[in-house]
């Protein structure tokens, strides 16, 4: 008994110890390896603390006193729009698809289909309302405040008004130059689907 106890002491002080012993500092120790000798360091210029913005704020609800924000409140350049795009091919388009239709591929592969992002109702929907559901979800649709940065939620709900923007533009908006090119589309288009049919495409 005695000789299982002595081997059990010395298996136990063979074992490595770096688990309870890490190199590490505690709060506010000295260090030396600083010039001014503290181990804290100070946030860089600019540092935002985590969950620093108020949840009840307007940029973080995409609600004012008005109701839904009519405005997104960041500089919407194409840098903005295109990380907007970006965002919304990686999280959205699953089930929306890349043109806000409600035809993605999970979609395609049995799950219920969102409404486009095109219908008149929707259209009309002041951007707050897409910044929310983006972020607290919406009936099957599950929020992505955890997924995705507070900015790219409002990136994301740019996107969608572009790709409305896109599916909706009065004729009469276009320049005379894109009137012509969209002729020039409409007639290739039909050109093509009635070559199809000739050939006999379904």
Request: charged share 20%; with cysteine; net charge negative.
């Amino acid at each position: 008994m005695f000789g299982l106890l002595a081997l059990a002491a010395l298996v136990l002080v063979g074992c490595r110890q770096d688990m309870h012993n890490q190199a590490k500092f505690e709060p506010y120790e000295k260090s030396d390896f600083f010039l001014d000798g503290s181990s804290a360091r100070v946030p860089p210029a600019f540092t935002v603390a985590r969950d620093s913005v108020d949840p009840t704020s307007s940029i973080y609800t995409g609600e004012d006193d008005n109701g839904w924000m009519s405005a997104v409140p960041y500089v919407v350049d194409e840098a903005f729009l295109h990380r907007g795009q970006q965002r919304f091919d990686i999280y959205c388009s699953p089930c929306h698809d890349n043109t806000g239709a409600g035809n993605g591929m999970i979609v395609q592969r049995g799950f219920k289909q969102p409404p486009s992002y095109h219908e008149q109702r929707l259209r009309d929907m002041p951007i707050g309302y897409f910044y929310n559901v983006a972020t607290n979800g919406y009936g099957l649709m599950s929020g992505y405040k955890a997924q995705v940065k507070l900015q790219d939620r409002w990136a994301i709900a740019a996107w969608v008004r572009v790709l409305q923007r896109s599916q909706n533009v009065p004729e009469g908006s276009l320049s005379a130059p894109d009137r012509e090119q969209l002729r020039h589309d409409l007639q290739n288009a039909e050109s093509s689907t009635a070559s199809a049919h000739a050939a006999g495409a379904p």
